[in-house]
Structure formats: C-alpha cells, structure tokens
C-alpha cells in the first residue's frame, strides 16, 4: 500500500491559517481590522484555532488535501468511496488492463489456506487474460476478476471529512485494511498539520 499526499491549501504554506480566518470572518474580526492584518504573519494561537475548530466544524472545512493511493484492494476501495464528501478519481478497469497484483488478507494465512487462494485468484486472473486475448473487452473481462484485486485513485478532501471518515475507519471494528488506509493518511497529514492526531481524538470525542 502507498500512501501519498499529493496537495493541500494554505496560506503561506501553513493550513492552519485557513482556520484562524474562518473563526475571524465569523466573529467580525476582518471587518474590523481588514484581511490584509491577517494576512501579514498573523501567527497567533494558530494551534489553538484549530481545537477550536472541533467545537465548529464549519471552519475546517476549508482545508483540502489530495491523496494519491495505491495498492488497495477494490474491496478497501469500494468501503472508501462510501464517503460521499470526498472526491475521487479511480483506476478504470473498463479501459486498462488490469495487473497481476492482489491483496492477501492474513486471516487466509493464519487459516492456512494461503495457497488454495492463492492458486484461485492466479486461475481467475488466467481466464482473465484469456478473455481480454479472445477479444471480449475490459469492461467485459473484469467480471471475473476477485474483489482482491488492487487499485489506484486520487482523493480529495476536506479536513471535517478526513476526521469524519477516521472516526470511523480507525476504530477497532473498522476492517484491517481501510484502517491501515486512513492511518497512512493521517500520518501524511501530520507533515503539514502536526496537530491532526490530536484533532482526530478530540473531533472523535465530540461526535
């Protein structure tokens, strides 16, 4: 699995601005003192703005990243998208070939049923490829195709979602692989946002 920040919005390079002006345009604060104030290296409490951005929501909204994510299963990938403020650019199997490549679940290894599975999906990707080789389109082909399969798409985001979806999906009744997902998420978000696993447990909290 590769986990990939690919993009955020900010001001200066730090998101946390974005935040601190939600709250000063709500309060009144730029009417009163003008953007440009704000604009100019305002930097104070910019940690604290975004805790309070728990309390408020709204705010968080405004901070946007983009994801480049591979190597999860259509399974992982169908879980995900059920999270419909979130946009997405996937991998098509209508139009591309699809790779070798699958994921195994280590509930199979513990079981030890590895290598019937293993020769189950290699057999489904020989007919696969039979039929892609006797004409019958992608789109056609991938019917046989297991949910194993892996994938790649584009995310986007807002902040108030990601910490939606890691309410959800880091909690210990989530399925291993999207938790491993959104905590490799989390984890390239903290190179721009320090604070989001803090965030993550106070929103969490809240909700």
Known sequence: MLVKLLACNSVDGDVRTLVMLGFKVSSGKVKEKG??????????????????????????????????????????SHQLIRHRLASYTQESQRYSAVSRDYVTPESIVMAGLSDRYRRFVEEAFKLYEELVSAGVPYEDARYVL????????????????????????????????????????????SKVLPEINELVVEYCEEV
Request: aromatic share 12%; glycine share 4%.
């Open 146 to 189: 297991p949910q194993s399969v892996t994938t790649r798409l584009i995310m986007t985001l807002n902040l108030r979602e990601l910490l939606h979806i890691a309410c959800l999906r880091l909690s210990k009744d989530a399925q291993w692989e999207i938790r491993k997902l959104v905590s490799s998420m989390i984890d390239e978000v």
């Open 35 to 76: 953007i440009d104030y704000y604009l100019r290296g305002y930097s104070e409490g910019l940690s604290s703005w975004m805790f309070q951005g728990v309390n408020y929501p709204s705010v968080l909204e405004h901070v946007v990243f983009t994801f480049y994510i591979e190597g999860i299963s259509r399974v992982t």
